[in-house]
C-alpha cells in the first residue's frame, strides 16, 4: 500500500512541476465556488448544467427525460466516489453487492436480479465509460477515476446507445486532455484507516497532441473482526490508472486514445450471521440443533457487534482494465463518432459459503475470465427543424469461469439425514469436490436512430428505432469427485450404487450440457414535449424494449436419470412497455428548479429465480416470470437563494411487484420439507412444502417504496492563502423505506428503513484550495445493507451490515 500512496505523490508532484507553467482555473466562467462543489445533482443553475444523454450538448432542463447530473466535485464532497455510494444521491438507483461478481444494479426496481449472479444473462442498467459500454456489474464496485461528471439515466434506453438497456444507464464521462497546463491532488485520511489519494495531471505535448493522467489509491480496514484469523475484514483496497492521448489531427477530426487499469484486493467479502428463521425442514436438520450436534456457537448472535469466525480464506480480487480509440469527424452538417474499444475482466475470489465457522465448504469460488470487443459508429445532426443520431453497434465477449466448491469434514453432520448412518462419518463427504468448467461466447449487434422534430419552437416530436440481433453459445460442465465407501477416489456418477456415491450426489451432482441463443427483436420509443413557457416543459414518452434472452450457466435441473433438462437451459427475451410523462419546471428567476416524472413500466418474460415442481429434482435456475410491473412518482428540487445557500431534495415512490409469478421458490419458512401440498405454519417446521409458491403481487427485492435523498450548504466569504474564498458547512442525507432482501418476500427477510446523514465543514478558494472535515452516518445508524438466506435450508440468515460512523479530513489542490 504504500509503494501506491508513492506513486500517487509522485504524479501530484508531476502536476505541480507542470502546473507552475501556466495555471488554469478549469470549472465554466459562471460557476462559482460554491457551485463547484454543490452535491445537488440537479442545482439551481440547471439551466447552466449540460448534458449528453441524447449524444449531444443540451441544458439539463431542455432534455425530455429524467436523468440527474452529478459533478466531480459533488461526487467529492459527498464521498460517493463509486456507484454503491452514488444511491445514497439517487433515490430510485439500487445498487447491493456481496463481493464484485454478485452485484446487481437496478432503477426504479428493475435490471437485474438481486444477489443472482449468471454469466448468461444481460444486465438492465448499462454501464459507459466515455462512451463505452461495461457489460460486467463489476466494475461497479471500482473507485471513479478523474470524472468530469455523472450522468443516471432512468428509463429505457437504446435508440442512442450502444447497448440496449430497459432499465436505464450511468453516463460516466472523465476529465478530456487540455491544451493548457492543469493538474489536481487530492489526499484523505479517516478512521478505520482510511487513506485515499487522488492526482491528476494535463498539459500539451504539441499544439495539437495533449495528454491526461489520472490515478487514484483508496486503502481502509475491514468493518467486521474475524475472531478465528484475528483479521478485520470487508477492507478496501484500490488502485486505478487512467491515461489519455488527445489528437487534433485537423480543425475537424479529433482522436482520442485512452487506457485505463483498475486493481481491488481487499479482505473481502463477508456475509456474517444475522439470525435464525425456522423451515420446514425437519427440526433435528434446523441450525440450532445442527450447531449443537457439533458444538458450535457463532461469536455473537448481534450482527452490529460486527463479529464473524469464518474459518475459509477469503477474496476478492477484481482486476478490471482496457482501452479505446474515439474519433470525433465535424463532417457536413453533423459529427461523425467511431468508439472502438477493447476490455477485459480477471476475477479471482475465495469465499467462505457456509456462513459459519465450522469446516462444512471450505472452498467455493467462481473465477472469471472475460474480454469484450465493441465498435461503435454514430452520426449525429442538429438543425434548425430537424435534429437525428443513427448509428451501428457490435459486440463480442468470451467468457470462461472456472468454478470449485470443496466439502469439509462437518459436511457429513451438516448436510446429510441425521437418520442416515453416514452422518456420523466425517470421511463421506470431506474432500468431495465439483470442479466447473463454464463458457460463453456473446455476440451483439445492432443499429439505432432517432430523431427530433422541432414542429414549433415550443412542440417537439421524437421516435427512435433499434434494430437489434444476439447470440450466445454456452457450455456448463461440473465434474464431481469424492472417496467410495472402499476408500478409493472416485468421480460420482448417477449409475453407481455405492452408498458413499449416492450421499455425495444428493449434496453436489455433476452435469454437462451445451446451450445456444439467439435472436432478433426491434425496439422503439416515441416522446413529445411542449414547452409551455421558457421555463416550463411537459413532456410524455412511450417505449418498446427488450432485455436479451440468455443461458443458464449456473446448472439446470436434472431429470431422475440425471441428464439435465435442456428445455430449461435458455431464457426467453425480456419484453418491456414503458410510459413516463414529466415536468421540468424553473422559476424565481431560474433561482430554483422543480422536475417531477410519473412512471409505468409492464414486463413480460422477466428474468427471475425459479423452481419447476414438475421437476423430480428441484434446484434454482434462471427463467421467465410471467410479468412484473414498476410504477411510480419521482420529484427534484432544488434551489439557489443567493450565492450563501443552496438546497436539494430529490424524493421517489416505487411500486414494484410481481404481477404474475406462479412457480417462483418459496421463502425459507416454507421450504425444506420435501414435496408435498401439506406445510406446517408459517415459521413451525413441519414434514413437507411446496415445491413452487404464487407470489403473484409480492413486491420485487431490493425496491424501498419510498426513498429520499436531501442536502444544504452554507458558506460564508473569507478571502484567505489568496484569491475569493469562503469557509462552508454542508449536510446531506438519505433514507430508504424497507424492501424485500429474498427473491420470494419472507417473514424473516425484510431489511429495515433506515436514515444516513453526513457533516462537513471546510474551506475553498477560486485558486482550488479545498480543505475539509466530514462525518458519514454522524448518527451512527445501525444499518443493514442486505439480508441472505444460506445453503440447505437450515434457517440461518446472513446479513451485511452497513458502515458505522466514518469521519476524517480531506486535501484538494489545483497547480
Known sequence: MIARFLLLAGVAGASIIVSSAQAQDTAPAETTASAQNDPGAETAAAAAI?????????????????????????????????????????????????????????????????????????QGVGIYVDQVYYNRVAAATLDFVDIEQIEVLRGPQGTLYGKNTTAGAINITTRA?????????????????????????????????????????????????????????????FLGIRGALLWKATDNLNITLSG??????????????????????????????????????????????????????????????????????????????????YRYWDWQPSNDRDFTGLDITTKSQNPTQQKQWTQELRYAQSGETLDFVAGAFGFYQKIHTTGQQVQGTDASKWLLAPSSALSNNPAVLNGLTADNDIRMKNWSAALFGQLTWHVTDRLDLQPGLRLNYDKKDGSYDSVVTGTASNGTHQL??????????????????????????????????????????????????????????????????????????????????????????????QFWDKKATFNLTGFWTGIDNYQAIVNNGQNSVLRGYLANADKVRTRGVEADFSIRPSERVNAYANGAY?????????????????????SGAVIGAPGVPGTNSPATCDISGQWLPGVSKWSLSYGVEFNVPTPLFGGDGQFYIGWDGSYRSKFSSNASRSIYMDVKGYTLNNLRIGFRNSDGLNIYGWVRNIFDKNYLELLATTPSNTGLIAGQPGDPRTYGLTIKADF
Not at 467529492?76 to 444494479?105: D, V
Not at 448481534?302 to 478490471?320: P, V
Request: charged share 15%; net charge neutral.
Open 50 to 122: 449540460v448534458v449528453t444523454a441524447r449524444r449531444r450538448v443540451e441544458a439539463l432542463q431542455d432534455v425530455p427525460l429524467a436523468v440527474s447530473v452529478l459533478n466531480a466535485d459533488a461526487i467529492a464532497q459527498t464521498g460517493s466516489y463509486n456507484i454503491g455510494r452514488l444511491q445514497q444521491l439517487q433515490p430510485t438507483l439500487q445498487f447491493y453487492s456481496t463481493n464484485p461478481r454478485n452485484s446487481s444494479i437496478n432503477i426504479r426496481g428493475i435490471g437485474a436480479p438481486l444477489g443472482l449472479t449468471n454469466d448468461g444473462i444481460e
Open 177 to 237: 486532455p487540455s491544451f493548457s497546463y492543469e493538474g489536481k491532488a487530492e489526499i484523505s485520511v479517516g478512521n478505520l484507516g482510511f487513506k485515499q489519494a487522488k492526482a491528476t495531471v494535463s498539459g500539451p505535448i504539441t499544439d495539437r497532441l495533449a495528454i491526461r493522467i489520472g490515478a487514484s489509491v483508496t486503502d481502509r480496514d475491514g468493518t467486521i473482526y474475524n475472531v478465528a484469523t484475528n483479521q478485520k475484514v470487508n477492507s478496501q483496497d
Open 260 to 341: 485505463d487499469y483498475n486493481l481491488q484486493n481487499p479482505n473481502c467479502c463477508a456475509q456474517i450471521y444475522a439470525g435464525y428463521g425456522p423451515t420446514q425442514r425437519a427440526a433435528n436438520r434446523q441450525y440450532p440443533a445442527l450447531t449443537a450436534a457439533l458444538g458450535y456457537a457463532v461469536p455473537s448472535t448481534n450482527i452490529y457487534d460486527r463479529l464473524t469466525d469464518l474459518d475459509a480464506q477469503l477474496k476478492a480480487r477484481n482486476e478490471i482494465g482496457g482501452a479505446a480509440i474515439r474519433a470525433e469527424w465535424d463532417l457536413g452538417p453533423g459529427t461523425l463518432t467511431s468508439v472502438s474499444a
Open 492 to 585: 460420482v456418477t448417477f449409475t453407481s450404487t455405492d452408498p458413499w456415491i449416492v450421499a455425495q450426489r444428493g449434496v453436489l451432482a455433476p452435469q454437462s450440457f451445451n446451450a445456444k441463443f439467439s435472436d432478433w427483436n426491434l425496439s422503439y420509443d416515441f416522446t413529445a414535449s411542449y414547452k409551455v413557457t421558457d421555463d416550463v416543459m411537459t413532456y410524455a414518452t412511450y417505449s418498446r424494449a427488450f432485455k436479451s434472452g440468455g443461458i443458464n450457466l449456473n446448472g439446470v435441473p436434472l431429470d431422475a436419470n440425471g441428464n439435465p433438462q435442456l428445455g430449461v437451459a435458455t431464457v426467453k427475451p425480456e419484453k418491456v412497455n414503458h410510459f413516463e410523462v414529466g415536468l421540468k419546471t
Open 654 to 674: 416505487t411500486d414494484a411487484t410481481y404481477r404474475k409469478f406462479t412457480n417462483a421458490p418459496c421463502p425459507p419458512e416454507l421450504s425444506g420439507g420435501g
